[in-house]
């Protein structure tokens, strides 16, 4: 039932459980926007070139074709709901709000849910997970209902809370520089002496601080 659903709607809502011991995850990109809610846990996140501890309550909107991954917490574990959704499910929002809204909603990064606030978000995904697994043929429906229920929450938090935008993980403020330098000079094949130069720090260093957060080697 949940492949007719998927090809149905063109949705998906997983929640998952992740700890040091699962197979890390690769960058990737999707053609369709990602939507990560952090139920208990933690873990670090790379959205394009930036990067974000996301803890218990935390949420981020990844837009279609944005280069990402997620790194598991070396202790304990991180739970989370990952929903997974195309352009035409904006559909019913691109009728009550306006576009301009929209597009800042699209790509505000991560927010932290107010506490009050969070097991009402929870509900709503919960409710949408035990669509997508299949009741009957109105689940679609309502899977579309509370996907705009979802989107308008979002919206709501970033435009008229206080304090709710996350700014990128402060303790890995070195590689995030060096993330977005990279990412703003990539068209220039630079090297790894290249980079290590511009920070006034060794090759070694660099390779090795880059891997301890992103997981990824630094090499070239």
């Not at 846990?41 to 280069?67: A, E, K």
């Not at 997620?70 to 559909?91: A, D, H, Q």
Request: glycine share 4%; aromatic share 12%; with cysteine.
């Amino acid at each position: 039932m949940e492949s007719t659903l998927e090809t149905i709607t063109n949705f998906k809502i997983t929640k998952v459980r992740r700890d040091r011991h699962q197979r890390r995850q690769d960058s990737h990109v999707h053609s369709y926007y990602e939507i990560l809610y952090v139920i208990n846990g933690y873990c670090t996140f790379f959205s394009g070139h930036n990067i974000y501890q996301l803890n218990q309550g935390d949420l981020i909107i990844v837009p279609q074709g944005t280069l990402h991954k997620s790194t598991y917490p070396e202790t304990g574990y991180s739970e989370r709901y990952v929903v997974n959704f195309p352009e035409k499910g904006l559909e019913w929002l691109r009728q009550l709000v306006d576009k301009e809204i929209i597009q800042e909603m699209l790509q505000a990064g991560a927010i932290s849910i107010p506490d009050k606030r969070r097991e009402y978000l929870e509900s709503l995904m919960s409710q949408m997970l035990t669509e997508f697994e299949g009741q009957d043929m109105l689940s679609p429906a309502f899977i579309q209902a509370e996907l705009l229920e979802i989107l308008l929450f979002i919206i709501r938090c970033q435009r008229f809370s206080q304090n709710v935008v996350k700014e990128f993980d402060e303790t890995n403020q070195l590689i995030q520089d060096v993330a977005t330098y990279v990412y703003e000079n990539f068209h220039r094949h630079i090297t790894l002496s290249d980079t290590a130069l511009k920070f006034h720090i060794s090759r070694s260093y660099l390779s090795k601080k880059f891997k301890a957060v992103t997981g990824d080697v630094c090499s070239k």
